[in-house]
């Protein structure tokens, strides 16, 4: 599908009608010669196509960094495209660009400009005085092939210094005007300043109509489809569904939690309501993907993909999520523990698409609880991962356990039979154990490149362990499991 899409690319105008499903990175490199930006994995898991995406939210401009290898063109109408050019000063380098140059931070250089993007985006964002950790949470899903981090990381902290408490450039954590803080002292292009207006006077796209079932790709978040197919997408009919701002968002309706299905894993995670029941969200999504991924990646994408090792589904179903499907004027309710019927198989008919999802607010005391074990802490599949939603009483009863395991089946796996003999009991070591056995029977994992069946159940052990462990340390320690 071909329509007119209209956006900014840095400081020019552009109306095209290139296909939907063309990626921003090849439109960029090969229609616009704008080279700067590089093309590497092509999946997402090295950084260096990263652009900024910018956007009028409630009045202001918000800009998140992406990968532009898995970023349709179709979906930027009425937005901002900042590629490393459009970040270049005229005649001179930026504060970021120039800390990387006396620091040394580019060796190759083909990863460079997407950790400089990364950087600036960080500069822009940070709510508060910028720290080394900051700055290394921002460029998380940034490769360096040359091993080059010290020299990024002291660049880095030349940025901290200059801008934080004491430095030249600290008073613009205090200013009202951010971005006209950030001109002043010459991070952004001047032009940065004109953006608001010139978004807020792009119409509505004109898209042409078309049955849904003309179209051979639903494209969401892109992260898993486009590294699958990326090479048709662009010569396909796809419908672009981030132009249907009523599948996104998260609101509260009586006692349950209304999850648009186009939600990202970052704004689950930023959502107050979310935070409220999870207080430990934003430490689980740093074992997830990166930051570029995961202000793409939808729930609705990670559970619709199906993955035995779906990070965010591990969740999601230790959470008791209710799935909502809409086909014309009916919808249809599936319980997401009763969706998977085998690898890659669920319960989805042909032309529904996932519209919402629903779960019930833990009552006071649950906990929320994710585990993940990978190769790489950032940016990395799961070997084995675990969810958990936990309630033990002061008297130490289990008053609700459902736990999740993936990678030890063809599907994400809800330990069904384990939840039942785990509730009404007192937690003591002993019956932990017994309920690993139990976990033992609902399991049935394969040897694979990621570690051998044994090596699995092992891990499961272990994850599940840890989520009593940190909930209940004083009655099932981790020595008296150890002592057993």
Same mark, same amino acid.
């Given at each position: 599908m071909t329509t007119h899409v209209e956006f900014w690319l840095n400081d020019r105008r552009i109306i095209t009608d290139v296909p939907d499903g063309m990626l921003v990175l090849d439109y960029l490199r090969k229609d616009r010669l704008l080279t700067g930006t590089k093309e590497g994995c092509k999946e997402?898991?090295?950084?260096?196509?990263s652009v900024l995406i910018g956007e009028v939210v409630e009045g202001v401009m918000r800009y998140l960094p992406v990968t532009s290898c898995l970023t349709p063109v179709g979906e930027m109408h009425g937005k901002h495209v900042v590629s490393i050019e459009g970040l270049n000063l005229p005649g001179k380098l930026n504060p970021v660009q120039q800390a990387m140059v006396e620091r040394v931070g580019a060796q190759c250089g083909f990863c460079t400009p997407g950790f400089i993007v990364s950087m600036c985006w960080y500069m822009m964002a940070a709510r508060e005085t910028p720290t080394l950790e900051g700055f290394q949470r921002a460029f998380s899903g940034n490769l360096c092939r040359c091993t080059g981090y010290a020299a990024i990381n002291r660049a880095s902290l030349d940025l901290v210094a200059d801008f934080g408490p004491g430095g030249k450039w600290a008073s613009i954590w205090e200013a009202e005007d951010r971005l006209g803080a950030l001109l002043e002292a010459g991070l952004l292009p001047a032009y940065f300043a004109e953006?608001?207006?010139?978004?807020?006077?792009?119409? !509505?796209?004109? !898209?042409?109509?078309?049955?849904?079932?003309?179209?051979?790709?639903?494209?969401?978040?892109?992260?898993?489809?486009?590294?699958?197919?990326?090479?048709?997408?662009?010569?396909?009919?796809?419908?672009? @569904?981030?132009?249907?701002? !009523?599948?996104?968002?998260?609101?509260?309706?009586?006692?349950? @939690?209304? =999850?648009?299905?186009?939600?990202?894993? !970052?704004?689950?995670?930023?959502?107050?309501?979310?935070?409220?029941?999870?207080?430990? =969200?934003?430490?689980?999504?740093? @074992?997830?993907?990166?930051?570029?991924?995961?202000?793409?990646?939808? =729930?609705?994408?990670? =559970?619709?993909?199906?993955?035995?090792?779906?990070?965010?589904?591990?969740?999601?179903?230790?959470?008791?999520?209710?799935?909502?499907?809409?086909?014309?004027?009916?919808?249809?309710?599936?319980?997401?523990?009763?969706?998977?019927?085998?690898?890659?198989?669920?319960?989805?008919?042909p032309g529904e698409i996932m519209t919402e999802m629903h779960l019930a607010l833990p009552p006071q005391g649950t906990a929320v609880l994710f585990e993940k074990v990978s190769k790489r802490r950032c940016l990395d599949i799961a070997t084995v991962n675990s969810g958990a939603k936990l309630r033990i009483s002061d008297e130490g009863v289990i008053e609700e356990a459902s736990l999740t395991v993936g990678g030890v089946a063809a599907t994400p796996l809800w330990l069904e039979k384990t939840g039942e003999f785990l509730v009404g009991k007192s937690l003591t070591p002993e019956l932990l154990r017994e309920a690993l056995k139990v976990a033992h029977t609902e399991m049935s994992p394969i040897s694979d490149v990621r570690g051998s069946a044994d090596y699995k159940r092992l891990l499961a052990t272990q994850l599940l362990t840890a989520h009593f462990v940190k909930l209940a340390g004083d009655r099932v320690s981790v020595e008296a499991m150890l002592a057993g």
């Open positions: 997402g898991d090295c950084g260096a196509c953006m608001p207006r010139r978004l807020s006077a792009i119409g !509505e796209m004109e !898209e042409v109509p078309r049955a849904e079932a003309d179209a051979d790709f639903f494209v969401a978040g892109g992260t898993d489809l486009y590294v699958q197919k990326g090479e048709l997408l662009p010569r396909s009919q796809v419908k672009i @569904l981030n132009r249907h701002p !009523e599948m996104k968002g998260i609101r509260q309706v009586g006692d349950r @939690l209304h =999850i648009g299905a186009l939600t990202t894993f !970052e704004e689950f995670g930023a959502d107050p309501g979310v935070a409220a029941f999870i207080p430990e =969200i934003q430490d689980y999504l740093r @074992l997830i993907a990166s930051l570029p991924l995961r202000n793409r990646a939808t =729930i609705a994408g990670n =559970i619709i993909n199906a993955s035995p090792i779906g990070d965010m589904t591990a969740i999601m179903l230790a959470l008791d999520t209710t799935l909502v499907f809409t086909q014309g004027d009916q919808t249809r309710e599936v319980e997401l523990k009763r969706f998977y019927k085998g690898y890659k198989t669920f319960d989805k008919r």
